[in-house]
């Protein structure tokens, strides 16, 4: 008998073990963890196969160390999804294992949380019912106490009596410890404070007809249309059943306002797993959602591959958001991925967004998902006013045209809170010499440092370096002047046009600290803060009553960028962030600055909404051969010798023609947008089909054959199917 283990290891194989020296004869599940030697090392790895035989002479075969488990550590149904996800997205199946375990269980600790509870023995129960027994009043108590509860935990019993008296009762056998593993929480469905419009009372029952099968919905709403209350409904009735829902949110910032949601509609059993946790948090999340304790689990990208023994239903909020797609390591989408666990598990799936990507309009126009439409928002909520700001014509002030500024003032005195979006961080883009024209340069990457004036740094977006801001050009000795604009100098200058309004503000600066995210969201929520400036953080769905202004800064990001999905990307942020604005009963304007209002996406924006947008723009992929109506992969590689590095993807290329059928296009080496970066040159293959069997099956016979390719020294390279940027 060969166990056949995934070790956490960029190898793409599996290794093969003898059974530990002192196993029983018989076959441990699939599924379990084992130690194993793996050099000097011991590593704890995943059996996922028994066979009989080895291309490792038996000579050389050493025997695993201890099978760590008696149960597998996923439910048969995630378990399979991690082995599809690795052939795929042609990872290394170690690796994608590891990555679904929480640090704690790739350590050793236990998969199971086992609580340790008292208990009256048979002999303290005879001791208990003896005529004759003379025992201290408060011994007494406590083996009542017991018999009445029939087992309690060391803490319930402190909290009533004194250990001691527990001690003495072990002492005595009268009383001894069990472990046991808890029973699933019980809830209490609290009743909601919201009426359901009939549009959503018709989209509830839609979704819960479908509970037991597998179903794809587009849940297309509105931004402000009441897409958390339905998910509350389909929820509550898929877990009284007596199954589990999985909920995936895009962001971190998502989930301390849609999890308060929650637990106020649901008493118990709400669990909460993303990266921000520390290890013991998402240890005792992941051991509650694999023991069924956790009823719901609302969790980030990597809670897909949690194990969820009775899921019922999975729900993807937002599911257009890019941050479902991890871009480095194992580069999956975990909204693909959902799916595919929902169609296996046999569940329904919700996929909400008020701006659904390409890929699932598409799947609705191929009857492969329904599509659930809440057009409107509930109550006296409409949807605001959109308008265009021609930059070319209105002189501004540090990015504010005149109008906006107009607008902001009218909206504060009427009691409104307003909202400035800018998607660019930091105090300036650039540190410029006016004399000389010298830039501030990344010294690591073809890029420009950007200035954050409160730090005193000029920092790179790119790779992470810092340094003192010069006060002169190192080149001609002149003053250096910030150039353009980023959150940080918006807020400044808000500040000075606008001193008795607070501000607040949100991006990845002011998010870094823990709870930082949860104390800017109350300032806005408790009306404290009257103007938040903020990101693309903005945008993940938050619910702000009463914010009645909009103010898009600069609309032009992505009209002409290279990468095909730019224009989409650009929609659904403009989207997005204007559907914060006219939630309640204030009606809503957004501005969107530009130099460029004739522009056809903004134009079609404004009149026919985001719908008419995505009509015309599929029509442009489909001219255009790209996705959703052709399949990518893209070969990604870095290296410090850039000549090496084309050389390496130059091989790749001929190599990959030698393979490939007429159905397979093949086009570079072409350098990355940013063609250095952390001291790393960056260039790509990218692959292109109709179908995405044949490029499964291209990327079958090529990869291998890559692996063997000789590069440079330092190099790295990895696959990303189905990419999100290909510039």
Known sequence: MILQIALDTPVRHVFDYLPPVDASGEAPKPGVRVRVPFGRRQLIGVLVGIAQGSRVPSAKLKAAVDIMDEEPVFDPVTFELLRWAADYYHHPLGEVIAAALPVALRAGQAANDVVETWTLSDAGRRELQSPTARRAPRQRALMLWLAERGRATADDVAAAFKLAHLKALAARG???????TPEPAGFELRPSEVTLTDQQGLVVDAIAASLGRFAAHLL?????????????????????GGGQSLVLVPEIALTPQLVERFRRRFSAGVAVLHSALSGTARRDAWRAAHSGQA?????????????????????????????????????YSARDLAVWRAQRAQVPIILGSATPSLETLENVAQARYSKLVLPQRPGAARAPRLALVDLRKHAGEQGLSQPAMHAIARHLTAGGQVIVFLNRRGYAPSLFCNACG??????????????????????????????????????????????????????????????????????????????????????????EARILIGTQMLTKGHDFPDVSLVVILDADQGLFASDFRATERLAQTITQVAGRAGRAARPGEVIIQTEFPEHPLLTRL???????????????????????YSRLAMLRAEAKDSLGLNAFLSSAAALGASLADASIKILGPATALIARRADHF????????????????????WLPQVETLDGPPGLRWSIDVDPLEVD
């Not at 009268?174 to 046991?180: F, K």
């Not at 404004?606 to 959703?628: C, H, N, V």
């Open 174 to 180: 009268w009383a001894g410890a069990v472990r046991i």
């Open 220 to 240: 297309y709403g509105v931004t402000g249309s009441g897409k958390t209350e339905v998910y509350l409904r389909v929820i509550a009735a898929a877990i009284a």
């Open 295 to 331: 009823r719901i689990l609302i969790g980030t990208r990597s809670a897909v591959f949690t194990s969820l023994p009775r899921l019922a239903l999975i729900v993807v909020d937002e599911e257009h958001d890019a941050s479902y797609k991890q871009h480095e390591g194992f580069r």
């Open 438 to 527: 010298w830039v501030a340069p990344c010294a690591h990457c073809d890029a420009r440092m950007t200035l954050h004036r409160r730090a005193a740094q000029l920092r790179c977006h790119h790779c992470g370096a810092a340094g003192p801001v010069p006060s002169t050009c190192g080149s001609c000795g002149q003053p250096l002047n910030p150039v353009g604009q980023g959150t940080e100098r918006v807020e400044e200058t808000l500040a000075r046009l606008f001193p008795d309004a607070p501000l607040a503000r949100l991006d990845r600066d002011t998010a870094a600290g823990r709870g930082a995210i949860e104390a800017v969201l109350h300032r806005v929520h408790s009306g």
């Open 606 to 628: 404004i009149t026919d909404g985001y719908e008419g947008f995505a009509a015309s723009a599929l029509e442009e992929r489909r001219k255009a051969e790209w996705p959703p």
């Open 682 to 701: 960056r260039a790509h293959l990218l692959i292109e089909t109709a179908a995405r069997s044949s490029l499964q099956r291209f990327l079958a016979r």
